[in-house]
């Protein structure tokens, strides 16, 4: 199994950037997609992007399309979700996961069902 723990989420001003990190501990992360989704207070967890397992392809949700990037250091077993142009809709709370039995330049699937391991979250608020 791997266990996963997001950092970084804080109040940001709409415009504003903010850097997301994913640790990973338990087996390496090299093995998995790795996926960022959001879950907006009252709403569906809402997949925002993924990574395939080496690093080389990424895929994201159309809200946040152009404005988000996901990078990851699989020897650090680290995945990183770097959100610029920040808006209040962007609000929620914001998870990792992992995808198992994937090729390696799959970049996953965009739904929660699918990802196998999940971190606890971490909170984004992003005002107006």
């Known amino acids: 199994q791997v266990q996963l723990a997001e950092s970084g989420g804080r109040l940001v001003q709409a415009g504003g950037s903010l850097r997301l990190s994913c640790a990973a501990s338990?087996?390496?992360?090299?093995?998995?997609?790795m996926g960022w989704f959001r879950q907006a207070l009252g709403k569906e967890r809402e997949y925002v992007g993924s990574?395939?397992?080496?690093?080389?392809?990424?895929f994201f949700g159309d809200s946040v399309k152009g404005r988000f990037t996901i990078s990851r250091d699989n020897a650090e077993s680290t995945v990183y979700l770097q959100m610029s142009a920040l808006r209040p809709e962007d609000t929620g709370v914001y998870f990792c996961?992992?995808?198992?039995?994937?090729?390696?330049?799959?970049?996953?699937?965009?739904?929660?069902?699918?990802?196998?391991?999940w971190g606890q979250g971490t909170q984004v608020t992003v005002s107006s």
């Open positions: 996961a992992a995808q198992t039995r994937v090729l390696s330049a799959s970049v996953g699937t965009t739904e929660p069902a699918d990802y196998h391991y």
């Open positions: 338990g087996r390496t992360i090299s093995n998995y997609v």
């Open positions: 990574i395939s397992r080496n690093g080389l392809r990424t």
